[in-house]
């Protein structure tokens, strides 16, 4: 169980500094998937592996 809870702990750091990094055509992109994956941190971290990733630069 325990495991289970620092890989998925792992996954949504990982999803923050993904989205911090990347490039995107405006900087607003950056602070709303920011807010996404921060406010609704499994839905945003399944979107942002969907939908967000393709649309950086």
């Keep these: ?14 999803t923050i500094y993904d ?11 950056r602070l709303i998937w920011l807010l996404i994956v921060v406010l609704v941190p499994f ?5 942002w592996f969907l939908i967000g990733r393709g649309k950086r630069i």
């Excluded at 169980?1 to 990982?14: R, V």
């Excluded at 989205?19 to 992109?29: A, G, K």
């Design 43 to 47: 839905i945003g971290t399944i979107l």
């Design 1 to 14: 169980m325990f495991g289970l809870g620092f890989i998925g702990l792992a996954i949504y750091i990982f």
């Design 19 to 29: 989205v911090v990094v990347s490039n995107f055509h405006n900087s607003n992109d």
